[in-house]
């Protein structure tokens, strides 16, 4: 099992879900289960001691190590913990696997960890210090699953902007990774996720501008649109910072949409500081946010605030949603009988219907007689709600003409 410990919510799904494997093989014989990721970092010891069907946990950096780890338990019958922080060691053991996916849209993982320390997250606890990969080591990954069929390659990391590698006396960083892999043929798409304000460089501002394949679309959380909260965050910016960046990238490109992540409820915030939050929201127009109440994670500065009244926050979290599911509305009936560029991902099951996303990420689901996996094409949008789009392909409707 896979874990996360972001919120409280995802750390106990795991607990749940060992119990209904243990139900499952109660007459059966007993699996070997293996904890992973954040919730085996940050509980290790704890998990066991809890759940003693649980036989293995591993820490996110100690991946590449579980072929060795399930050998081990098999000879000795003992149950391991291995939650060391050896992201480097990781990195190295994983290129040696040859990366065989060829998903339409894949992830690249080429940076992991946080050095931010905002005062509510776990990550620089779970997943450790910040650590890029090497350039060249990035490159020749992109290039094999380009060679494998990908067409959309999403860069992934903690804090993906973060990305900074010196190799051969050069240094390397997001904007360099996105300029040399907009030059791999074939390719037609490129992303990246998950960013922090702090280090949208005005070098990989400018990606928007001269990167063809870097597409209009930036996931950039902001959290509260109080610089009180922010302070409170320890996230070092202010929304007039974060408000420049966004002016910056329509200057460059008009056509970029935003989406973002919002906690509601920290420790402190008040009415006036949920207002702002709101009026952040408005003047911005994400397309596309996550929203989540305050979860205290253990460890972490904010853990030790005295805690917001929840039904307050309950009622902030519904009036913010409401909000952010309108402009997402408003978004998607802009599309409206217009034609847009659609990424073919998938055919859906059992129909003659193509699922796809636009340049900003909307998702579309359109009907075509004949359409190839990995393609773009014109889509004429026909209906819309406030997660999709539904259409057809252009070349349908002249067909019929």
């Known amino acids: 099992l896979n874990t996360c410990h972001i919120r409280k919510k995802a750390a106990e799904k795991v607990y749940d879900e060992v119990g209904r494997i243990k139900k499952s093989f109660r007459s059966l014989k007993k699996p070997l289960i293996i904890i992973a990721g954040c919730v085996a970092q940050a509980e290790s010891e704890e998990m066991i001691k809890r759940e003693p069907y649980i036989d293995i946990v591993i820490g996110p950096q100690s991946y590449h ?20 922080f050896d992201v480097v060691k990781k990195f190295d053991e994983l290129e040696k696997v040859y990366n065989s996916e060829n998903k339409v849209s894949s992830y690249l993982t080429i940076q992991e960890g946080c050095d931010k320390f905002c005062h509510f997250c776990v990550v620089p606890y779970t997943r450790g210090p910040e650590y890029s990969r090497p350039f060249k080591q990035i490159i020749n990954e992109a290039e094999k699953l380009v060679k494998n069929g990908t067409k959309e390659i999403i860069l992934l990391g903690q804090n993906v902007n973060a990305y900074n590698s010196f190799e051969n006396g050069k240094n390397y960083k997001l904007s360099s990774l996105i300029k040399r892999i907009n ?89 006036k500081d949920f207002i702002e939050t709101i009026d952040l929201i408005k003047k911005i127009g994400f397309i596309n946010s996550y929203s989540f109440i305050f979860s205290p994670r253990p460890g972490t500065p904010a853990s030790e605030k005295k805690l917001n009244n929840l039904q307050i926050s309950e009622q902030r979290l519904k009036k913010m949603q409401d909000l952010l599911e309108s402009l997402q509305y408003k ?71």
């Open 331 to 401: 978004n998607n009936k802009n599309y409206q009988n217009k034609i847009c560029k659609v990424l073919i991902e998938n055919k859906l099951n059992n129909q003659e219907k193509y699922f796809g996303r636009t340049e900003n990420m909307t998702p579309v689901i359109l009907e075509a007689d004949e359409c190839k996996i990995g393609e773009i094409i014109d889509v004429e949008v026909n209906s819309f709600n406030k997660k999709n789009l539904f259409g057809f392909r252009k070349l349908n409707k002249e067909r019929a003409a």
């Open 183 to 271: 030059e791999i043929q074939n390719l037609k798409r490129i992303r990246f996720t998950t960013s922090h304000p702090k280090d949208m460089t005005e070098d990989l501002i400018e990606c928007y501008k001269t990167c063809n394949k870097l597409m209009p679309f930036l996931h950039l959380p902001i959290q509260s649109g109080s610089n009180k909260i922010l302070k409170s965050m320890n996230r070092k910016h202010n929304k007039e910072y974060y408000i420049s960046i966004i002016e910056k990238l329509k200057d460059i490109n008009q056509n970029i949409k935003i989406s973002s992540d919002f906690i509601v409820g920290y420790p402190g915030e008040l009415e």
């Open 65 to 84: 190590k579980i072929t060795d780890l399930i050998l081990s338990y098999e000879r000795k019958n003992k149950k391991i913990i291995e939650t060391e």
